[in-house]
């Protein structure tokens, strides 16, 4: 398994409790394919640098997880069918 860091832009219009459950769901789609998540940091709204989904801000939320190679393209599939998801990034960590 490698180390990922994922970082994702949840529309200013889902509620906070909704955002936090969010973050579980995110958490639940590394976990079903055999993934491990460390630590979730939720950076709170921020404004953003231009539009997005014609948005000016986001609720921010980084996480740290492990996960075997080939499954990245299955999360990245699963997260972008997701309204509330404005944009997501995910970076391998190390070598």
């Known amino acids: 398994m490698r180390d990922y860091e994922l970082v994702t832009i ?33 950076w709170g709204k921020r404004k953003l640098a231009y539009p997005l989904k014609k948005f000016m801000e986001g609720n921010y939320m980084l996480a740290w997880f492990k996960l075997e190679p080939r499954l990245v393209k299955e999360v990245e599939k699963e997260l972008r069918s997701w309204e509330e998801i404005l944009r997501f990034l995910i970076v391998k960590v190390g070598d």
């Open 10 to 42: 949840i529309s200013p219009e889902v509620e906070e409790e909704e955002v936090s459950k969010t973050v579980e769901k995110v958490a639940k789609c590394i976990s079903d394919r055999g993934g491990v998540v460390g630590e979730t940091d939720k």
